[in-house]
């Protein structure tokens, strides 16, 4: 079992910053990769980054490349996603996600566990 925990959300004026973390425990060992999705009221849940923790790869949806990175600390098993030049569609809740086997990490369905989600809300 992985548990997660994410933490940062709140509410920012467009172009502002914010920074998303997520503390996973438990079989922290067994982790491949980690994501973060995001879901706006009445969409499909959708990818937003991942990285690879062997590897360190990294990957993003088109709609926030240049704008938000993702990270990880592997010593403190938590992964980070900076997120600059916000936008009013960058509304949403944030989850992040963690997959236990190798693949891909750009579909949710691919993933194993998930967090409770933190709202990061952007105002125009």
């Known amino acids: 079992q992985v548990q997660l925990v994410e933490s940062g959300g709140g509410l920012v004026q467009a172009g502002g910053s914010l920074r998303l973390s997520c503390a996973a425990s438990?079989?922290?060992?067994?982790?491949?990769?980690m994501g973060w999705f995001r879901q706006a009221s009445g969409k499909e849940r959708e990818f937003v980054a991942a990285i690879q923790r062997s590897t360190g790869s990294t990957y993003y949806a088109d709609s926030v490349k240049g704008r938000f990175t993702i990270s990880s600390d592997n010593a403190k098993n938590a992964v980070h996603l900076q997120m600059n030049s916000l936008k009013p569609e960058d509304t949403a809740v944030y989850y992040c996600?963690?997959?236990?086997?190798?693949?891909?990490?750009?579909?949710?369905?691919?993933?194993?566990?998930w967090g409770q989600g933190t709202q990061v809300t952007v105002s125009s």
């Open positions: 996600a963690a997959r236990l086997r190798f693949g891909t990490l750009l579909l949710p369905n691919a993933y194993d566990y």
């Open positions: 438990g079989r922290t060992f067994s982790i491949y990769g």
